[in-house]
């Protein structure tokens, strides 16, 4: 079955920076986009970047020119690099995949701006 585990996320302080990282198994990861959201408190779970199969990219306006999406096909990962970083970036950030209609996440990672 498809399975997405997320690592690196913590605390960072305003300005700083993270990278999360994504494994997927259970796929042929080479073929599929893949995204990453996130969920702050008490807020709907928006798309922050998304990575197609040939590695075009696409951010949303509020993470444009700070976060980058990348992945590795050899490794089945997808990363997301996250400078810059404001306290309005507080949320817990989701790996997602569409595969066969359905959609796949995994646990989350928690990433919090503060001071």
Known sequence: QVQLVESGGGLVQPGGSLRLSCVAS??????????WYRQ??????????????????????SVKGRFTISRDNA??????????LKPEDTAV???????????????????????
């Open 40 to 61: 702050a408190p008490g807020k709907q779970r928006e798309l922050v970047a998304t990575i197609t199969s040939d590695s075009s990219t696409n951010y949303a306006d």
């Open 26 to 35: 259970g796929i042929i990861f080479s073929l599929y986009s893949m995204d």
């Open 93 to 115: 950030y989701y790996c997602h995949i569409e595969f066969r209609r359905l959609g796949y996440w995994g646990q989350g990672t928690q990433v919090t701006v503060s001071s």
């Open 75 to 84: 490794k089945n990962t997808v990363d997301l690099q996250m400078n810059s």
